[in-house]
């Protein structure tokens, strides 16, 4: 049974930083293009970081780009480190594993994390 766990969320001021972690198991995580989304009260669900499964192409969304750093680790799992966080970073950030291409579509997503709560302050 795949099970993707993401921790590291918390409550935090504008400007600093934070590592989100996503633990997986039940699968060959060297197999997996994995990925970080996040939702917003409100909105809809959007795309964060991408990262094939070898770690050797990476894909930021915009709005992040420059700010957040995805990696990896096929031993242990995936992460997300966030800097200069702003108050529109709030949202519940989710992991999720993909046994094909690195994807920023959602539904080219087969496993899903039951995501973790970063509150930004400002």
């Known amino acids: 049974q795949v099970r993707l766990e993401e921790s590291g969320g918390g409550l935090v001021q504008a400007g600093d930083s934070l590592r989100l972690s996503c633990a997986a198991s039940?699968?060959?995580?060297?197999?997996?293009?994995m990925a970080w989304f996040r939702q917003a009260p409100g909105k809809e669900r959007e795309f964060v970081a991408t990262?094939?499964?070898?770690?050797?192409?990476t894909y930021y969304a915009d709005s992040v780009n420059g700010r957040f750093i995805i990696s990896r680790d096929n031993a242990k799992g995936v992460y997300l480190q966030m800097n200069r966080l702003k108050p529109e970073d709030t949202a519940i950030y989710y992991c999720?594993?993909?046994?094909?291409?690195?994807?920023?579509?959602?539904?080219?997503?087969?496993?899903w994390g039951q995501g973790t709560q970063v509150t930004v302050s400002s």
């Open positions: 999720a594993a993909n046994q094909r291409v690195p994807s920023t579509s959602g539904s080219s997503y087969d496993y």
């Open positions: 039940g699968l060959t995580l060297r197999f997996y293009a």
């Open positions: 990262i094939s499964g070898s770690g050797g192409s």
